[in-house]
């Protein structure tokens, strides 16, 4: 059981924008800020949004993420299908004194 | 480029115990935080251990009292002892850097450790 809760998966056509939820509490995402990974079949995960908000260099703006309260979000417009991957959230949990995941999304573009 | 490079997984009988490496290069290994990460086969990402540049320690719950997190910075290796294994231990372990203020900014390939007799 995840500490952080995300939906086990979601989908969306080429072109359309989807968003894929995470869900903590006031001690994790209330708190602190929240990142985002993208994990391509068979490869290691690799950073997708960091501090909330920001995009590494070399991530396409297609990909944005927001927070508000205990519950962030990932955003992907004009979803392509080198998209199709599965993504987990993380923030630091302040009453747990650990890094914590969500359970991760798996997204299909069909 | 940043390159993390892990190595000394395989497998181990339940109570055994194993280390793993992680070679860094491309970057300042000093001036870096860095973590170990672990994926059970076909679920999700765990975090199992961080390091502060100053040599601060912190471990899951899961782990703690039977995982070692160290780093040589003369050889630039960040290394997890790891005693007493359980079947649940067995995953794939990533070495990840941290960021400026975030965390995991870069995962090696990972180590496939396997804990059955």
């Known amino acids: 059981q995840s500490v952080l809760t995300q939906p086990p998966s979601a989908s969306g056509t080429p072109g359309q924008r989807v968003t894929i939820s995470c869900s903590g509490s006031?001690?994790?995402?209330?708190?602190?800020?929240v990142n985002w990974y993208q994990q391509l079949p068979g490869t290691a995960p690799k950073l997708l949004i960091y501090?909330?908000?920001q995009r590494p260099s070399g991530v396409p703006d297609r990909f944005s993420a927001s927070k508000s309260g205990t519950s962030a979000s990932l955003a992907i417009s004009g979803l392509q299908s080198e998209d199709e991957a599965d993504y987990f959230c993380?923030?630091?949990?302040?009453?747990?004194?650990?890094?914590?995941f969500g359970g991760g999304t798996k997204l299909t573009v069909l | 480029e940043v390159q993390l490079l892990e190595s000394g997984g395989g497998l181990v009988q339940p109570g055994g115990s194993l280390r793993l490496s992680c070679a860094a290069s491309?970057?300042?290994?000093?001036?870096?935080?860095m973590s170990w990460v672990r994926q059970p086969p076909g679920k999700g990402l765990e975090w199992v251990s961080y390091?502060?540049?100053?040599?601060?320690?912190y471990y899951a719950d899961s782990v703690k009292g039977r995982f070692t997190i160290s780093r040589d910075t003369s050889k630039n290796t960040l290394y997890l002892q790891m005693n007493s294994l359980r079947a649940d231990d067995t995953a794939v372990y990533y070495c990840?850097?941290?960021?400026?203020?975030?965390?995991?900014?870069?995962w090696g390939q990972g180590t496939l450790v396997t804990v059955s007799s």
């Open positions: 990840t850097k941290d960021g400026s203020g975030w965390p995991f900014d870069s």
């Open positions: 491309g970057f300042t290994f000093r001036s870096n935080a």
């Open positions: 390091i502060t540049t100053s040599g601060d320690t």
């Open positions: 006031s001690s994790s995402i209330g708190t602190n800020t």
């Open positions: 501090s909330t908000t």
């Open positions: 993380a923030s630091w949990d302040d009453s747990l004194n650990a890094w914590v």
